[in-house]
């Protein structure tokens, strides 16, 4: 029992609790967990509240004025009031509120204050702001007035600014008193008197501001540009004049004249008064009562003639002048003006310049050029000493056309013909590929035949041939433009990272991505520099696959399948289609489900091409009979006195599993596990030949290899491949030697924790399919993992895809019932939490001095020393006499689940945990069995067979041992004492439950001490979950 300890009211009691526990106390409240709720004699309101895993009590004292009395529960929160009580008041205020009080509740006070300021007579006419313009030469400066119908000048714009800011009362005449609120003003005043804070803020802080009137403010640059934008395609007054804001580039006039003393005189004709600019700039037409709002690139040409004819009315222009006038300012603004000239003296008119550049290869290959600048019949090399003054008539244009030139040409001899010279290619490239194309917009460009002969290529856009050949497919390559020696020149250029290729007769080739492709295509069809060259290109026909899934409309590859290619691939997808394709005996067609056919289907179909495939269905699926399923049908095909025989490698504990499903679903289907002694095997082996299917484990084929030198089978099945994960083992190494004409992998973990996972599987079933493993971590592992590259991803998803099927239970077994996934956490009481914090600093300071690489062992090692301290101390220390609050709260849910008549499996990796939770129940009287890396093959199944039909209440397992190849369907609650770093493990060990048979829904609970280790597990776990979902998805795609 325990009590708040603090009084509250029925109207307030939110106040009281946490958000988090309030949020939870809602959540009951919702889901109906109230069971009853009754009144005792003392006048307490006494409530039935349905908990994770029981009932627990809830008593509650309510005074007539509403003041709540006490507050209490059975649950085991000890830190305030609970989500029970939080949840029993809800129903309390809603259900007995008016027994309980008559008064409103706390917030409807301050709810009617909020709209009664708010609110205002239909009436009245809302207030607005605002501007007075005027301007002052070409400073436009604006003040502001507010008011209803009539407005009232502002005498304080910072004191307006402040009465918004603390929503002050402030009289304007004598009619009009007001309170200050941006909510009663509408959007156009709410967007001035924004503007007006900004300008005022900004004058506060530039030391340079002339701000001292703080009735008037002046508009320019960006708050000329934010206000004239408010009124874009509206009228505004100026001074008394109605103006229309409108977005356009005003048209400007100008006479440009020749006085008898040979000046010039340039006159704007009804010339604009020039507001100012920001990103716009901002012209008021008299005449047209127009404000236009010219774009950016007229603003910047025109913007430094604008500023002086504010001020001046036309421009006089010396004689000596004129030539550069009419070169720099007047060939610039000449886009923006209507300039009549017929009144200029045409011989006071300077030659415009054209400036000429000449390019060359000399006979060293190098390429040079002369630049020269023509003035009418005046011409004047570039670099020319001792040039006078007078004959550069357009400085700003010589000095332009100069610098352009330079920037592709790198070096400068000023005594030769040809003074401006490239040396290296890159500097050739980027004239080639950019310059040239450049450079014509601005100069005359002459060019020699041998420069000529310096081109670009064209993209590289191949087309790719395919045709079956001999039981291979033949590719055929080819590129317009290139032979086979260049376009390998080409991929080469790519490797090594450049952005071109120059070729021996001087040509460039941009090294684009239509070169990326045509490498990424070599590289997955596997095809070396040397076979590039072949006339003949051949690949394995389990290449047909990926060939058939690339688009027709690929941009930088055009594919050709020729007909016998088509007719491959169609018949390939039709008969994964046909369900009447393949045969099936008349067991398994009454037996197997529907997906189940099609992966039957799928293996079968790939097997008539000669190619392997992983069967990744989710745990439960029922892969073994697929697979059954395929070998049944070879056998069936067989001819009069043929034999195939079969291969199936499976862990220990599945051998018996494999057998008994063999007789199951087949009649005549024999087999024989190897098992045993040496000299028992030995036996096995005279005999092997007679049986269609050879039944082994992992372990025992490492033994037994050499027996299997000489032997070939039709095909081999992988159960739980995932043990040939690491390719550098011998049991990866073994698998993989033995001679068969089809190999199958069947696993629901094709990848655990990295992507080499998934390449060692691909070795077995394919070998050299997805290359070597040094090519494979280059280009798909690390790019995908480290790098999170899409590219990579995308390949490797269209190479992989065709040969992994993968279906999960939510796709395909809609009948199945639900499964809920629950973490509990649990806390360490003080004495468990000053152990692990003791060990945490000690082995922090050892982690510090080890090598990650070397010492992997170690560190896992102290870290198992962590995850035991959260299971139960004893586990490390054998005379440690606390509690452990995990096996606590283990306990009280196994009581609890089975008081409510649930049967439970209970997995940790530690047996000797299971040991003392063995002891719990054994003092608890409550019945189960032990399961055990330890535990005999046979003893296994019986276990099994026995829990799925008698009323034992609790399945230990340790979760190395029984996390694969059991059916416990009897069960409909698994329990995870203690975290695994895979995930994937655990998921295994769960559908020992979660699978076809299941009737119940399913209740799965992993236990966490919270603020440790076990923490961090469940993060890494998600992190791996990740990338299995990135290697292989629903169907068998990489995402």
Same mark, same amino acid.
């Given at each position: ?105 706390? =917030?409807?006070? *301050? ?8 609110? %205002?007579? #239909? +009436?009245?006419? $809302? !207030? ?102 408010? =009124?874009?395609? *509206? ?8 103006? %229309?804001? #409108? +977005?356009?580039? $005003? !048209? ?788």
């Amino acid at each position: 029992m325990k009590n708040g300890g603090q009084s509250m009211n029925i109207s307030n009691f939110r106040y009281h609790f946490s958000n988090q526990i309030a949020s939870r106390g809602r959540t009951y409240y919702k889901e109906s967990r109230i069971k009853s709720v009754t009144k005792s004699e003392n006048g307490h309101f006494i409530a039935a509240v349905k908990g994770s895993y029981r009932k627990y009590e809830v008593d509650i004292g309510i005074e007539k004025n509403g003041v709540i009395t006490s507050a209490q529960c059975t649950c085991p929160y000890d830190y305030g009031y609970c989500k029970h009580i939080y949840a029993v008041l809800i129903y309390l205020e809603t259900i007995f509120d008016d027994q309980i009080s008559d008064r409103s509740s706390n =917030y409807l006070p *301050k709810l009617i204050k909020e709209y009664s300021m708010n609110r %205002r007579d #239909e +009436k009245d006419v $809302p !207030v607005s702001i605002e501007p007075e313009l005027w301007l002052t030469g070409s400073d436009l400066f604006f003040r502001l007035k507010i008011g209803r119908e009539r407005k009232y000048s502002v005498g304080d714009i910072k004191k307006l600014i402040e009465d918004f800011k603390y929503q002050s009362t402030r009289k304007y005449g004598k009619f009009f008193e007001w309170t200050h609120r941006y909510n009663d003003i509408d959007l156009e005043s709410r967007r001035l008197m924004e503007l007006a804070y900004d300008i005022y803020q900004n004058a506060r802080y530039d030391y340079y501001s002339s701000f001292n009137n703080q009735k008037e403010f002046r508009l320019k640059g960006k708050y000329l540009e934010r206000f004239l934008e408010m =009124y874009r395609n *509206k009228s505004l007054m100026i001074s008394d004049k109605e103006y %229309r804001v #409108e +977005k356009c580039n $005003p !048209v400007l006039k100008a006479v440009l004249t020749t006085t008898k003393s040979g000046k010039m005189k340039f006159s704007p004709q009804d010339f604009p008064l020039f507001l100012g600019s920001y990103d716009n700039g901002y012209f008021l037409l008299e005449n047209e009562q127009i404000i236009a709002c010219a774009d950016y690139e007229f603003t910047r040409t025109v913007e430094p003639i604008a500023n002086i004819l504010n001020q001046e009315s036309s421009i006089i222009i010396s004689k000596k002048d004129v030539p550069v006038f009419y070169n720099t300012v007047l060939r610039q603004i000449e886009p923006c003006f209507d300039i009549d000239t017929t009144a200029v003296d045409d011989t006071l008119v300077p030659p415009s310049l054209v400036s000429q550049l000449y390019i060359d290869v000399d006979d060293e290959g190098i390429i040079c050029a002369a630049l020269q600048f023509a003035y009418g019949d005046s011409i004047f090399p570039a670099l020319q000493k001792g040039r006078n003054i007078a004959d550069i008539i357009d400085p700003y244009g010589e000095e332009t056309a100069l610098s352009m030139v330079r920037r592709y040409f790198e070096q400068v001899q000023k005594d030769t013909v040809h003074p401006f010279q490239i040396h290296t290619d890159d500097a050739a490239f980027a004239l080639i590929s950019e310059g040239m194309s450049l450079l014509s917009k601005h100069l005359e460009l002459y060019v020699s035949d041998r420069f000529k002969k310096i081109n670009m290529r064209p993209p590289v856009t191949a087309s790719v041939g395919i045709k079956p050949f001999g039981g291979l497919l033949e590719v055929d390559i080819e590129a317009s433009g290139y032979n086979p020696e260049e376009l390998l020149e080409m991929l080469d250029a790519y490797r090594q990272g450049k952005k071109y290729h120059r070729f021996k007769d001087g040509s460039f080739s941009l090294v684009d991505d239509s070169v990326k492709d045509l490498d990424l295509l070599t590289k997955e069809l596997n095809i070396s520099d040397k076979a590039f060259l072949r006339e003949n290109i051949t690949v394995p026909m389990y290449r047909m696959l990926y060939l058939n899934s690339l688009q027709n409309d690929e941009e930088h590859i055009r594919l050709k399948r020729n007909s016998e290619f088509r007719r491959c691939a169609k018949e390939y997808e039709s008969m994964l289609r046909d369900e009447d394709a393949f045969i099936l005996s008349d067991r398994l067609e009454k037996t197997m489900r529907d997906y189940q056919k099609y992966g039957f289907r799928w293996m079968k179909t790939l097997g008539m091409y000669r190619m392997g495939g992983i069967l990744a269905d989710d745990m439960g699926l029922g892969k073994t009979v697929q697979a059954i399923a395929v070998m049944q049908s070879v056998k069936d095909d067989c001819q009069p006195g043929e034999h195939k025989q079969f291969l199936v490698i499976c862990p220990s504990s599945l051998t018996l599993n494999w057998q008994n499903e063999i007789k199951r679903f087949s009649t005549d289907l024999s087999s024989v596990c190897i098992t045993g002694t040496v000299a028992e095997r030995e036996k096995q082996f005279g005999e092997i030949d007679k049986y269609d299917i050879v039944i082994t484990s992992y372990a025992t084929l490492l033994r037994d290899i050499a027996k299997y030198e000489t032997k070939h089978f039709a095909a081999q099945f992988l159960d739980e491949a995932q043990n040939i994960k690491n390719h550098h083992t011998q049991s990866a190494k073994a698998v993989k030697a033995i001679s068969s004409d089809l190999r199958f992998a069947l696993t629901g973990t094709p990848v655990e924790n990295t992507l080499a996972e998934l390449w060692s599987i691909f070795d077995f079933i394919m070998p050299g399919y997805l290359h070597q493993y040094s090519y494979f971590k280059k280009n798909y592992e690390t790019p995908i993992v480290k790098k999170h590259d899409t590219a990579s991803v995308r390949s490797l998803q269209r190479l992989t895809s065709p040969f992994v099927l993968r279906r999960l239970k939510s796709e395909v077994l809609t009948e199945l019932p639900d499964k809920t996934e629950t973490v509990l956490e649990t806390k360490f009481d003080e004495k468990q939490k000053k152990l692990y914090l003791a060990n945490a600093a000690q082995i922090k300071g050892q982690l510090k001095e080890m090598d990650e690489g070397k010492d992997k062992l170690k560190i896992l090692a102290l870290l198992t020393k962590l995850r035991q301290i959260c299971c139960d101390p004893s586990l490390l220390y054998e005379n440690y006499d606390g509690e452990s609050a995990k096996l606590e709260q283990c306990m009280e849910l196994v009581r609890s689940c089975i008081e409510s008549g649930h049967k439970i499996l209970l997995f940790s990796q530690f047996t000797s945990m299971l040991d003392i939770i063995a002891d719990r129940l054994m003092q608890d009287s409550i019945s189960f069995y032990t399961l055990t890396g330890s535990t005999k093959t046979k003893d296994r199944m019986k276990m099994v067979n026995e829990f799925n039909e008698n009323d034992v209440s609790v399945f230990l397992i340790s979760l190395k041992a029984g996390g694969t190849g059991l059916n416990l369907t009897g069960a409909d609650i698994v329990i995870h004492y203690d975290p695994w770093w895979n995930l994937s493990a655990e998921n295994q060990a769960s559908d020992r439950v979660y699978r076809i048979g299941q009737r119940n829904n399913v209740q799965i609970y992993k236990l966490i001490v919270k603020d440790t280790i076990e923490e961090k597990i469940r993060i890494l776990q998600q992190k791996k979950a990740d990338l299995l979902e990135a290697a292989v998805g629903g169907e068998g795609d990489i995402i």
